[in-house]
């Protein structure tokens, strides 16, 4: 399972990649 969360989390950093650097704690706060 970890190993599937961290896929998910690298694919989800190359969506932000044109954007600037965001705390990812911030962005699940608020959704």
Known sequence: MQ???LENF???N???GPFPRIPL?????KI
């Open 3 to 5: 190993t599937d969360h």
């Open 10 to 12: 690298q694919k989800f």
């Open 14 to 16: 190359m969506l932000l």
């Open 25 to 29: 704690s911030g962005i699940l706060g």
